[in-house]
């Protein structure tokens, strides 16, 4: 039978840990039996366990002991605490040091074996969690998943839940906005990490030769086609197809693709014969897909197919409160690239000026402008004139500019910094009041200020803020 789950049973009776072995082997888990504490403890150093059932009474180091150490070595471990003198002061002790759940000798088999399943489904839904930061963790080394606003939380919730599922996904967004980075963290969330993940621009490649690159040739299948060719499905068989630009497939291949969803197999031009694939499809545009659709250059059917789990990338100048943690990033990024130290904290004018700015190429614009910040920066710090002259100084842009609607526009946004350079003196007061009235203490003075400690810190240092003031 195949094994379901491991778990390890640490009780001090030779007959208890006998019978238990003998239910939960029947059952198709893996067993492993320790009969005290110290040698529960030493098993689980050596290997984690999906379940521990631990008596309450042993000699030794007791159950409850036990319990905190092995919740130490793992903050998610699921441990069921068992116990011949079960009472309601036991149970609660248990379960405010940690404890998944409290079950009394003598106990009825379907209560251990429903317990341990409910455990097992509780540890499966952590090892996604931890599995899903992961992801996030390697796709911001990349370069582009940093966001502490309400609106990228939201988005990180729905990757979270929908990672480990097949369903088609369709992310759309403006140019710019990290559609590939959230792609690559679902598919290294999901079962199918270790699988290949193909990406395919599909504005990049000729119409015409589309459908070889997705679905392969066989030699001799047109003119040119001088060998076998694999497809880009094929390829990704067993993991994760990225689409971008999925707007821009021609009409031909539109059906083609909708066949791959619904049957799950396609022919490679040139043969007769269908090839089954388990792929799942994650889709991106910048455009309006709804629209095209109702312009007859999208199928409707596709649409739907596509847009199962629909996930939304706001742009940039919507998620302002994010700029300075991109923008520190980005300035860690190319410090490293460039053996350069430029200081990752922001002057409050270039800050004023990074957040004011509309961003209309979103977070990959950032990372260009910083880029070039921290290349230029003639010292350890970047200042106004590493900017470009439209962030830097738009009432001169606004100045050479012939269209009346631009320039009144970028005037505006001149007159908003000095606007800015006032919120900022302000709210480096309110930081000051909150740290005087907490004797100091950040983490308290960012609940009184409403805002994570983190991004406190990073403004205490950003302003430079002399905590003994």
Known sequence: MAKKGSILVVDDEEIMRDVLETLLSAEGYRVDLAKTGEEGLESYGRRSYDVVLLDVSMPGIGGLRALEELLKTDPDAVIIMITAYA????????????????????????????????????????????SLRRAMSRSVDRGAIVGRSDVMQEVFRLVEQVAPARSTILITGESGTGKELIAKAIHEASPRAGKPFVTVNSSNIPSELLESELFGHTRGAFTGAVAVKKGLFEVADGGSIFLDEIGDIPPETQVRLLRVIQEREFTALGDTTPRRVDVRIIAATNIELKEAVKQGTFREDLYYRLAVVPIELPPLRDRREDILALAQHFIRKYNEENGRQVSEHLAPDVLALLEAYSWPGNVRELENTVERAVVIAPGDEITRECLRAEISDPQSVAAGSHDGASTTAVQDLGRGVNFYDEVRRFEIDLIRRALERTGGHQSRAARLLGMNATTLNSKIKTYKINLRA
Do not use: V
């Not at 248990?94 to 998944?100: D, L, P, T, V, Y």
């Not at 079950?103 to 931890?130: D, M, V, W, Y």
């Open 87 to 130: 009472t309601f002061d036991t149970a609660i002790a248990a379960w405010e040091r940690g404890a998944f759940g409290c079950i009394r000798k003598p106990f009825q088999n379907e209560q251990i074996t429903a317990t341990i399943a409910a455990g097992i489904k509780r540890r499966r839904k952590e090892e996604e969690r931890l």
